[in-house]
């Protein structure tokens, strides 16, 4: 059984840094397809990262490119999301989302629809 848990939100000013941890148990341990997604009340659900464990590739949003870096811990079965420079409209819940239905990894950033598992999700919020 796969579950994810997400850590590491919380309040911070902008041009702060955040830490993000999604902690997976139950993936495979090839072909990882891990992605971290953000929400806001009222809007969609927003691709911030894309991690595929086959190419060892990340691919980002424009909105947070040179600002958050996503890295992998296997041996602590994390995945973790570098976030600098905070500004007030990365405010939101933080999701982890992993599996892609059918197996492989979506080229790009997004697309919540194909992913199996996720998790609760934590909150971060940027003041200005």
């Known amino acids: 059984q796969v579950q994810l848990v997400e850590s590491g939100g919380g309040s911070v000013q902008a041009g702060g840094t955040m830490r993000l941890s999604c902690v997976y148990s139950?993936?495979?341990?090839?072909?990882?397809?891990i992605s971290w997604f953000r929400e806001v009340p009222g809007q969609e659900r927003e691709g911030v990262a894309r991690?595929?464990?086959?190419?060892?590739?990340?691919l980002y949003a424009d909105s947070v490119k040179g600002r958050f870096t996503v890295s992998l811990d296997d041996s602590k079965s994390a995945l973790y999301l570098q976030m600098n420079s905070l500004r007030s409209e990365d405010t939101g819940m933080y999701y982890c989302?992993?599996?892609?239905?059918?197996?492989?990894?979506?080229?790009?950033?997004?697309?919540?629809?194909?992913?199996?598992?996720w998790g609760r999700g934590t909150q971060v919020t940027v003041s200005a």
């Open positions: 139950g993936l495979p341990v090839r072909g990882k397809c």
């Open positions: 991690f595929s464990s086959d190419s060892g590739h990340t």
């Open positions: 989302g992993a599996s892609r239905r059918g197996g492989g990894c979506p080229g790009r950033v997004g697309l919540p629809d194909v992913y199996i598992h």
